[in-house]
């Protein structure tokens, strides 16, 4: 979340997120605003670089999420 909010403070980045993380970062330099009547969904995804040395629990971890 630090590299979103930093992104946005240096004017080059915007992000949507979640109220319940905006409660946890106070800016007085950011902007927020409320989206109101929409059907948004939040959906998570784990990412990780093809082709490099995953430790036994990280492979663990990425297995646990294909089987549901």
Do not use: C, Q
Request: glycine share 4%; no cysteine.
């Amino acid at each position: 979340m630090d590299l979103i909010f930093t992104l946005v403070e240096a004017g080059i980045g915007a992000t949507i997120m979640p109220d319940y993380i905006l409660s946890h970062f106070h800016k007085n330099n950011i902007r927020s605003l409320h989206i109101v009547g929409s059907s948004l969904r939040n959906e998570s995804a784990i990412v990780w670089f093809n082709n490099r040395y995953l430790s036994k629990i990280a492979k663990k971890f990425i297995h646990t999420f294909l089987n549901n």
